[in-house]
């Protein structure tokens, strides 16, 4: 069916106010947790097929995941969309001012591939909390997935409802030429602003989830040992291929050697190499070559093995690395991590606020002057002091970016509010009225 005719139909379907019922919505977010569980060997299958990502890391980083997010929005869904009653103003007094949560309307979500089921699933099962109708367009790159998804979604929701909608740039830009009341992206910032200047014909409120360089600083008072462990988690999960992975690492000079020690130990003990069943592949031959051009054979510190057959490319450290290197210029998003080296810790986050403004941000330190100088000084969507990429497993903080690395956030209660509008209602009484306040105004009532 034309993509057309089922938003002509969900638009008819959000005027007949069933969505907005709170047990419509319940009834739904429980039909898709139990689709999601029945369905989990699909699910990891097409995974596997599309960039050979493992069962556990698929249940940890996806699947554990939306469970999470929908039972999070089944239990607070009577709070979230309860009327906020706030005070009234001197001149409103006996009135009554509320705030109604209301849903936008017709939705449409464009995701991205490194975590296909994550990406286009948590905004989806928001925009349902939220009372809202919603068509999902998955990234075509992750082809499995995006079939996976459509087919479990399409054959059990009704389409007026929900409906994935599969599809590369082409069905894409037909689709943003459409009216929606939200658009909620995620994917690079070439595209945010392709998405962005779509939207605005219509005037459709956006949220962009982009990406960035993000940081990983170690300084020379930092838990060494925890951090390595840390930093090549949060790095090589997924191969690099995650939003929210330190892109580079910044190490102050007196440790550098002993942590690069650790790192090379962390790599192997995770045993990353070549053919392990824990260790994702690389998600196509373009970005592949993409990122072994980013190799700089003469900068390896460890790694630097890859197979194109295989679509591997082994965990890479590049040392004495400079802020004007080619793996400097953009974002990595593969297991590829460059090292660069800083005497002066202040001097270090000036350098890093010379970049745009990045996803992410993680500060290793036990130093409470560093910890405040790093909250307050630098600029990101979110981070961690003493651990990587956590952040956003926690549904009580927003998780979005800031400047080039996009705006609007969701998550949690943050997800509920982006698929809904904010009215704002003042209820006044008929009787108890001010005369003051109309014309004509004479000179008594002036000087007052
Ligand atoms: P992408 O921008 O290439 O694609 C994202 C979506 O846009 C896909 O669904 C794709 O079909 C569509 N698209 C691509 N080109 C288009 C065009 N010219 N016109 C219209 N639509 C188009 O991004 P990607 O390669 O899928 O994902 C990688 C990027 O996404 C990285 O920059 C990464 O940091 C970012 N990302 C951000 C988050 C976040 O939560 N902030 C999460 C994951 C990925």
Redesign the pocket.
């Known amino acids: 069916m034309e993509i057309e005719k089922i938003l002509l139909r969900q638009r008819d379907f959000f005027m007949t106010q069933q969505t907005k019922s709170l047990a419509f919505r319940k009834m739904y977010l429980e039909k898709l947790r139990n689709l999601i569980i029945s369905n989990e060997n699909v699910l990891y299958e097409a995974i596997h097929k599309d960039f050979g990502k493992s069962r556990f890391d698929t249940f940890t980083t996806e699947i554990s995941f939306i469970l999470n997010d929908i039972d999070y929005y089944i239990k607070n869904l009577k709070s979230l969309a309860k009327p906020e009653k706030v005070r009234t103003n001197l001149v409103n007094q006996l009135g009554k001012s509320k705030i109604y949560s209301e849903p936008l309307g017709c939705t449409l979500i464009?995701?991205?591939?490194?975590?296909p089921y994550q990406?286009s699933l948590s905004p989806m099962i928001a925009a349902i909390a939220a009372g809202n109708c919603c068509i999902v367009?998955?990234?075509?790159?992750a082809e499995n997935t995006m079939k996976a998804i459509s087919s479990i979604i399409n054959q059990n929701f009704p389409s007026e409802y929900l409906y994935i909608y599969e599809?590369?740039?082409n069905e894409?830009?037909a689709l943003?030429k459409l009216k929606f009341d939200k658009i909620f992206?995620?994917?690079?910032?070439?595209?945010?602003k392709?998405?962005y200047k779509a939207a605005a014909e219509h005037l459709t409120p956006v949220v962009l989830?982009?990406?960035?360089k993000s940081p990983a600083i170690v300084t020379k008072d930092a838990s060494l040992e925890i951090a390595a462990r840390r930093i090549v988690w949060g790095k090589f999960l997924n191969a690099g291929q995650?939003?929210?992975a330190p892109d580079y690492l910044l190490i102050e000079e007196p440790v550098q050697e002993q942590f690069l020690e650790m790192l090379r130990k962390y790599i192997k003990e995770f045993r990353y190499e070549s053919g392990a069943e824990q260790y994702t592949r690389i998600i196509n031959h373009s970005h592949y070559q993409r990122l072994t051009h980013l190799i700089d054979r003469n900068k390896i510190y460890c790694g630097g093995n890859f197979n194109e057959e295989q679509l591997y490319i082994e965990p890479t450290i590049l040392s004495d690395v400079n802020w004007n290197d080619e793996v400097m210029q953009e974002?990595i998003?593969g297991p590829i991590l460059p090292v660069i080296t800083f005497q002066s810790y202040n001097a270090a986050l000036n350098s890093i606020m010379e970049l745009e403004k990045p996803?992410a941000a993680y500060l290793f330190t036990n130093n409470a002057e560093e910890k405040d100088l790093f909250t307050k000084k630098l600029s990101f969507?979110g981070g961690c002091i003493n651990d990587t990429v956590m952040h956003l497993s926690n549904d009580h903080l927003p998780?979005?970016?800031v400047g080039s690395?996009?705006f609007g956030s969701y998550h949690g209660k943050y997800g509920f509010a982006a698929f809904s509008h904010q009215k704002a209602i003042l209820e006044k009484r008929t009787w108890g009225e001010p005369d003051i306040k109309y014309p004509p105004y004479s000179e008594k009532k002036l000087s007052w």
Request: include cysteine.
């Open positions: 464009i995701g991205a591939w490194n975590y990406l367009k998955p990234s075509e790159i599809g590369g740039i894409t830009t943003l992206f995620t994917g690079s910032t070439r595209v945010g392709i998405v989830e982009l990406g960035g995650t939003c929210v974002e998003f996803l969507g998780f979005g970016g690395s996009g």
